[in-house]
């Protein structure tokens, strides 16, 4: 039961599950909750793949930039579904919600199978994309809840990277169910919409042994609820380490409050830490319009100027999925160690520059398809580790209880700004190789107003436990201003 509002209480379950080391029981949070970057990954690389095929008369016999209608109808979805289903999870606790968001997504995919024009196929896929906008919420909530501070940067990254391991499993379903010599093309894109929400489905069971999050119990007055959770996942770590756990450093003093409402969530956001909320509507629009134009259009670029045979499209996703993969594998580390500012300003710097050099290249004519795949898989490499560490930024530096709502905020201000540029490069690659080059120089150019703005705004918060960046509203005395 909830404590009595006017009570306040004393806990040190933040510190406890701060100072615990990593243990198996960690390694299934990362399995059981990350696996939402890995379903996204493989819902975009299918329809992209798919994306050329679909204009088929044997299939939805779409025009080009249809395809990229389809694919701004996703990116509403999640806008939507990252908004109601965040308040929901700020209100009622993550679990329940990352249970609910998980099988929305799994039958909405299921039913894309089935679609049998335009509008059906774009209806489907909104509800697809509105399970996976509350997944971010919830997810992303839960994830830096578990999470050790010293642990949470590099965590955060590479779980962010798993939508690349989607992206090539997503291009390795490609190159056997769009084969027109195994599978009718007919029947080859409904069966990775089908095999496609089949690997979704045992993660509903492997999630049922998550936890509520202690903290969001905590900042809610439910604090022995909390307690009883921590001293079972210590026993676990300790057991499997076999080791005695040290005594936790420090306590915090919460009081139950109400519910946080969208009234809350605007005043810690534009009163409390207006500077954090530039940085990271700043982080996350630069880099949602260079992925959402790239990603999205990527096999259409590949068919219409290099020739790539549809049914080959997957292997070409490969190596661009492993750079984008390996980035925030390989340099997670660093943005714990040499910092959130200089990393993330490196990043997003460098795959701008990047960026444009390539449409420049490009556009010169001085690209075969080797050297264009080489280009960028170096690109995303970097902006693929700058962009998870966004999505860090924006789900570290709020207070608990307005979290999800926070993360879902500014993952709607992205997609919203972003939502119309799968559309806008289809039509520009429909156009000629001058217009796509103008396109990526405003792709690179919005990266570097990225870079920019993190070496202006900023927050050092590797190492930090989530309450000293944000103390949370239940621990509050008074106003503090971020």
């Keep these: 039961m909830p404590a009595d509002p006017g009570r306040p209480i004393t806990t040190n379950i933040p510190q406890r599950m701060d100072r615990l080391p990593w243990a198996r029981w960690h390694w299934l949070v990362v399995g059981a909750l990350g696996i939402t970057w890995l ?94 906008g509350g997944e971010y919420a919830a997810i ?116 139950a409050r109400p519910h946080a409402t969208i009234a809350t969530v605007a005043r810690e956001l534009f009163q409390s830490y207006p500077r954090r909320t530039v940085l990271g509507i700043g982080l996350m629009v630069t880099q949602s319009f260079m992925y959402n134009a790239v990603s999205f259009t990527y096999p259409l670029l590949l068919t219409k100027y290099y020739a790539v ?39 997003y710097g460098i795959a701008g520059i990047l960026l444009g050099l390539t449409g420049y290249l490009f556009w010169t004519g001085s690209l075969t398809l080797s050297t264009h795949m080489l280009l960028w898989s170096s690109i995303f490499f970097f902006a693929s580790a700058g962009a998870s560490a966004a999505y860090l930024t924006v789900s570290e530096v709020f207070p608990m209880e307005i979290r999800a709502m926070a993360i879902a905020f500014f993952f709607i201000v992205a997609q919203g700004a972003g939502v119309a540029a799968p559309w806008l490069y289809g039509m520009l690659i429909e156009t000629s190789a001058t217009s796509v080059f103008y396109g990526y120089l405003v792709g690179g150019g919005m990266m570097l107003v990225g870079a920019a703005i993190e070496l202006w705004l900023g927050v050092n918060a590797e190492g930090q436990s989530l309450e000293q960046l944000a103390p949370p509203l239940s621990a509050r005395t008074s106003t503090e201003v971020g």
């Excluded at 908004?83 to 039913?111: E, H």
């Excluded at 209806?123 to 399970?131: I, M, P, S, V």
């Excluded at 996703?317 to 714990?336: K, S, V």
Aim: aromatic residues 10%.
């Design 140 to 255: 992303n909530s839960a994830i830096d809840e578990l999470i050790p501070a010293r642990n949470r940067g590099h965590t955060d990254l590479a779980i962010n990277g798993t939508w690349w391991l989607g992206s090539a499993a997503g291009a390795l379903m490609m190159l056997l169910l769009l084969n027109p010599e195994i599978f009718p093309e007919s029947i080859g894109w409904r069966l990775c919409f089908v095999l496609g929400a089949v690997l979704g489905v045992a993660i509903i069971i492997v999630r049922r042994f998550i936890p509520e999050s202690p903290r969001w119990l905590m900042t809610h007055g439910r604090v022995p609820e909390a307690e009883a959770i921590v001293s079972q996942i210590e026993r676990s770590v300790a057991q499997d380490r076999g080791i005695s756990l040290s005594d936790p450093p420090g306590t915090i003093t919460v009081h």
């Design 39 to 132: 379903l996204d990954g493989l819902e975009v690389s299918i329809v992209a793949a798919l994306g050329p095929m679909l204009t088929h008369p044997d299939t939805l016999h779409l025009t080009q930039s249809e395809v990229g209608l389809t694919a701004s109808a996703y990116l509403a979805g999640s806008v939507l579904g990252a908004l109601v289903f965040s308040y929901l999870t700020d209100r009622q606790g993550r679990k329940k919600w990352f249970m609910i968001t998980l099988a929305l997504y799994l039958t909405a995919t299921v039913l894309t199978a089935f679609s049998w024009d335009l509008i059906s196929f774009m209806f489907f896929r909104f509800l697809t994309g509105a399970g996976i």
């Design 309 to 347: 045979p549809t049914a080959d499209i997957g292997l070409y996703i490969l190596p661009f999925a492993l750079g984008n993969f390996l980035g925030p594998l390989l340099l997670g580390r660093l943005f714990d160690t040499v910092g959130r500012k200089p990393m993330i300003s490196f990043t």
